[in-house]
Structure formats: structure tokens, C-alpha cells
């Protein structure tokens, strides 16, 4: 089927079932649902899968309603970048610089391009492991490379089929749908396998889903007795509901990253999507990003809190000091300790151990809440679920995560560096530059992702910067839904612009409290970038806000 009957196919089922109700239209555009896969594809990567593992640490299953709640959010703010563009059919950058303001604009691509080229080392990371720790195999540093070069030539040569267009497009839609079906897939036989092991029950996990606003003020119940029997209570309930708000403010703040704006409408667009596929759009991000979202982190989530949650026995002792070290009473025996140091175990083992008022609770206390890996899950999974579904099944999820996060993170820095030089370079070779650079960059993760120093050096300035411009991305399609000038007679009105507001200024408040609660406190050595990350938004506030009043006047 060429491109041009494909699309004839998408405006004849959309003429179908414009006159039936909301079941016959969810059914009729889940026939040819298409961007909204490669959401999933991105959303479900290495930060997805450490969120969901840490829920389950922290709070069992009572935190399950958590990421699905943010991402309904993000689906709000999804809709309206999808509404703006197909209502326009322009190229969102350049109706922002035009309608708005070019900070605005060129903010939005310089923190795509900076999370794209950043976020592929922890994916190359993690799609390693899941091959040497879960398949168990090409083990070793020559295999690491091998594997890196594979993941490398993959990402490569599915962008190929992206750019390529007719068929070669097709392949990479069904490429993609497979992946994130085959992340989904592999997590439920983790849960089902569980469920016949007698290991989890149906009626604790319906009611994680209920939303508990009582665990932004209190720890889980399966702490309580540890924490009236440690040395320090108050130290004890506080790290841990700060613990929990946390996750949960940083899941609402960072469920849609700052490049997914970026990559939906222009895959709309590269789909010659417009003003009548509006419906199918939302209906698309609903059957694409939303339905392998909760399905995959709620089963992570799940496995999780099963393996982890009250748990200490997988935790080596050592591994707890830098919680313990909190304590006001362990503060000025360690202070001089270098924390990540091998050679310093001992001295940890012997000072913190001997710190006078510490008991067994302390330590239970550090060890349950400690995080865990996607290894560490495998290896508790075995004897419930066997080798095959625990290791095997759980490590093609993995590796799925990472594949497909590489694949869409290499396409998203395609189509930001065609934005920023298809006219010097060309459509083709800016594509294809931008991908490299993006995958390149995951390729070094061993030389730099691994080394401390280095992790630090890009990831807290490129959180700061992307988790801060979410809110702004937000607020920028805040302003264009409510442009008379951008929009003109397709303008929401009435009882629907209402709804679209009050949805719309939700997402956006919650997201900008999650991005103050995640980025609060951040520093790069002694420069405060949280706050820098903050002042800068504000100051995007301002300018935003000014620039619609202005533009909306003349209009």
C-alpha cells in the first residue's frame, strides 16, 4: 500500500465512524493508530523502568495510581500540541518564534537535543546489562563493545527506514509496535507468573490504584515498627515520606519528557496528518503511549514491591551507610569519608557500625528502602517464577525498554537538527547527523556515563534544564490553544475551551510542582542549578505571557 493510499484508508475510516459514539470511534481509529507508538516507544526507557522499581521499594503497591495519573496528564498536554498542529499544519517551532517568542522557540530544541544527546548513555547502558547480567550473554569488555556496536547499527538502520518513507516506514511502524507490545508482554508473564506462584494477591493490587493522597504525609504502615524501634523516629519518618513525595512529584513532573513534545508533532506532520485527524490523534496517544505505559510500569511496580517492599535480605550492609550517614548522630563520624570510595568499605563498615546509637532497626530501616536495579529484581524473581520467566523474559523487557528508547531518542535528534540546519545541510544529512551524534554519544557510556564525575557533569545540567522547560512546553501550548491568531475560527470555544483550560492549567500546574520538587536543591559543585533551572522558567513565564498579550492585541 503506497503512502497516498494509506492516508485515503486513515480519512476513509475517519468519514466511517464520525457519526458513532465513543466505543465505535476508539475502535475505528485503533485500526490505524501511528504516532502515538512512538510515545510509548520512548516513554517506556531506563527512567520509566527506575521510577516503577523504586515506587515498589518505597510503598509496595500503594503507589501504583501514581505513574498512570501522570501520564493522563501528559496525554492532556499531548492532545493539545497534536490539536494545535493538525489545526495549523505548520511546523510548531517556527509558529512559537513567530506567534510567541523565539526564547521560547529555540529553548524548546536546544533542551530536546541536550536530553537526546545525554539520555542515550544510560539507555546503551542498561540495553548492555540486560544482555551480559539477564541473557548472559557476549559477557566481558570485547562483548560490552560488541553489544554497543549492535545497538549502535540497530538505532542506525531503523532511522534509515524511518526516513526512507513508503515501505521502508511501514517496517519501522511495525517495528516499533512490536517492541513496545514485546516490552509489554514480557512484564506480564513476570506478574502472571507471580500470580500462580501465590506470591501476590489481585485484591492489594486493585487498590494501589486508588489515588492516596495521605502518603505525601506518612510513610507506608510496613515501616511502623521499625521506626518506633530505631534510634531516631522523627530522622526515620521524615526521610522516608520525603522519599516517597519525591518519586511522586518527580513521576508528575517528568512523566512526558521535554523531547516528546518535540517528536509528536512533527511525526503528525510527517504523516500529513491535519484538522480532520484531530480525534484520531488523541485516540492514538490513548492506544499507543497510555495502554503499554500502565501495563508496564504497573506490572514493574508490582514485581517490585513483591520482591522489595519490607525486605532486606538481597541488601549487603555496606551498601546502606549513605542513608545511615544521614543521621545527625553518624554526621560527624563520617563527614571526611570519601562516599563512593571501595577502599573507604572498611573504615565505613567499622565507624558507622560503632556509631553509639544506632540498633538493628537503623539498618533494616536503610536496607529496605534502598534502591534496586532491574538486576537485582531478575535475581529475586527466580524462585517464584523460575529462571526462564526471571531472568530470560524479564531481561527481553529490559533490553526491549532500551532498544526502542535508543531507536525514538535517535529520530527525535533527527528531526531537531533538521529544524536546526536544513537549510545549510539539507532534510537528508541533517536528519542523519543529528541521529549519529545521538548515538554516538550513548556508544561513549563507558568512558563517561560510568565514570561518576562525568554522570554528574551532563546529567544534573540536562535534568535541570529539560525538567524545568517541561512546564514551559506546557505553558507555550497553553498560550497557542488560546490564540485567536494562531488558531482563528478552530479556536475551542465555549463549554469546550472551558474544559480544554481546566485540563490544560491542571497538567501544567502539576508539572511545574513537580519540576520545583525534583529540581529543588540540585547543585553543579557549588552552582545552585536547580535554582538557576527555576529563574529561568519564570523568567519564560513572563516572557511567554507578554508575548501572547501583545500578539492577541494586534490580532
Same mark, same amino acid.
Given at each position: ?179 513496545? $507490545? *514485546?516490552? %509489554?508482554?514480557? +512484564?506480564? @508473564? ?6 500462580? =506462584?501465590? /506470591?501476590?494477591?489481585? !485484591? ?83 492506544? $499507543? *503511549?497510555? %495502554?503499554?505505559? +500502565?501495563? @508496564? ?6 514485581? =517490585?514491591? /513483591?520482591?522489595?517492599? !519490607? ?83 524479564? $531481561?527481553?523487557? %529490559? ?157
Amino acid at each position: 500500500m503506497s503512502d497516498q493510499d494509506q492516508y485515503q484508508r486513515e480519512l476513509d475510516v475517519i468519514e466511517e465512524v464520525k457519526d458513532k459514539g465513543p466505543a465505535g470511534k476508539f475502535f475505528g481509529y485503533a485500526k490505524i493508530s501511528g504516532p502515538g507508538w512512538l510515545q510509548g516507544a520512548i516513554t517506556l526507557g531506563g527512567g520509566s523502568l527506575a521510577g516503577a522499581l523504586y515506587l515498589g521499594v518505597v510503598s509496595g503497591n500503594d503507589l501504583l495510581w501514581v505513574q498512570p495519573l501522570a501520564m493522563i496528564c501528559g496525554i492532556i498536554m499531548l492532545s493539545a500540541i497534536a490539536y494545535v498542529t493538525l489545526s495549523t499544519e505548520q511546523r510548531p517551532l517556527q509558529l512559537i518564534n513567530r506567534h510567541l517568542h523565539p526564547l521560547l522557540g529555540w529553548s524548546w530544541l536546544i533542551a530536546t537535543i541536550m536530553a537526546n544527546i545525554v539520555w542515550t548513555m544510560p539507555q546503551f547502558s542498561l540495553g548492555t546489562a540486560a544482555i551480559q547480567q539477564n541473557l548472559g550473554i557476549l559477557g566481558g569488555d570485547s562483548g560490552q563493545w560488541t553489544i554497543i556496536a549492535i545497538l549502535f547499527a540497530i538505532g542506525l538502520y531503523v532511522n534509515y527506514l524511518y526516513q526512507a518513507g513508503g515501505g521502508g516506514a511501514k517496517l519501522f511502524d511495525r517495528i516499533i509496535k512490536c517492541m513496545v $507490545g *514485546l516490552i %509489554v508482554l514480557s +512484564f506480564m @508473564a513476570v506478574v502472571i507468573a507471580l500470580f500462580s =506462584s501465590g /506470591s501476590i494477591s489481585l !485484591g492489594s493490587i486493585l487498590g494501589g490504584f486508588i489515588p492516596d493522597l495521605s502518603l505525601l504525609g506518612s510513610s507506608s504502615s510496613t515501616f511502623s515498627a521499625d521506626i518506633a524501634a530505631s534510634s531516631n523516629p522523627e530522622f526515620w519518618e521524615k526521610h522516608i515520606v520525603g522519599t516517597q513525595k519525591s518519586k511522586i512529584f518527580a513521576a508528575f513532573g517528568t512523566a512526558v519528557g521535554i523531547n516528546m513534545t518535540f517528536l509528536l508533532p512533527y511525526t503528525l506532520l510527517k504523516k500529513k496528518w491535519g484538522s480532520k485527524h484531530r480525534g484520531l490523534s488523541i485516540t492514538d496517544l490513548s492506544i $499507543g *503511549l497510555f %495502554v503499554p505505559f +500502565f501495563l @508496564a510500569t504497573a506490572c514493574v511496580v508490582i514485581a =517490585s514491591a /513483591s520482591s522489595f517492599h !519490607g525486605k532486606t535480605e538481597d541488601v549487603d550492609p555496606v551498601r546502606t551507610y549513605p542513608t545511615l550517614a544521614k543521621m545527625d548522630s553518624v554526621k560527624p563520624l563520617v563527614k571526611d569519608l570519601p562516599k563512593k570510595s571501595d577502599e573507604e568499605k572498611a573504615a565505613w563498615n567499622e565507624i558507622v557500625a560503632s556509631a553509639p546509637s544506632l540498633n538493628e532497626s537503623d539498618f533494616k530501616l536503610a536496607a529496605m528502602i534502598h534502591s534496586r536495579d532491574a538486576g537485582a529484581l531478575a535475581i529475586t524473581l527466580k524462585p517464584f517464577t523460575g529462571e526462564v520467566v526471571g531472568q530470560k523474559i524479564f $531481561g527481553i523487557g %529490559v533490553l526491549g525498554m532500551a532498544v526502542s528508547t535508543i531507536i525514538i531518542l535517535m529520530l527525535i535528534n533527527g528531526l531537531a537538527f533538521q529544524q536546526l540546519f536544513e537549510k545549510s545541510l539539507g532534510s537528508t544529512k541533517s536528519y542523519f547527523l543529528g541521529c549519529g551524534i545521538s548515538g554516538l554519544s550513548g556508544c561513549l557510556f563507558p568512558v563517561i556515563w560510568k565514570v561518576e564525575a562525568s554522570k554528574a557533569a551532563l546529567a544534573i545540567p540536562t535534568s535541570v534544564i529539560g525538567g524545568a522547560l517541561i512546564p514551559i512546553a506546557y505553558f507555550t501550548f497553553l498560550l497557542l490553544m488560546n490564540s485567536k491568531k494562531v488558531l482563528g475560527d478552530k479556536r475551542p470555544e465555549g463549554t469546550a475551551r472551558i474544559i480544554w483550560n481546566v485540563l490544560m492549567i491542571f497538567a501544567t500546574t502539576v508539572a511545574t510542582v513537580g519540576t520545583w520538587w525534583a529540581t529543588s536543591g540540585k547543585k553543579f559543585g557549588d552552582v545552585p542549578a536547580g535554582m538557576i533551572g527555576m529563574s529561568f522558567l519564570a523568567i519564560l513565564f513572563i516572557v511567554g505571557t507578554l508575548s501572547f498579550l501583545k500578539n492577541e492585541k494586534k490580532a
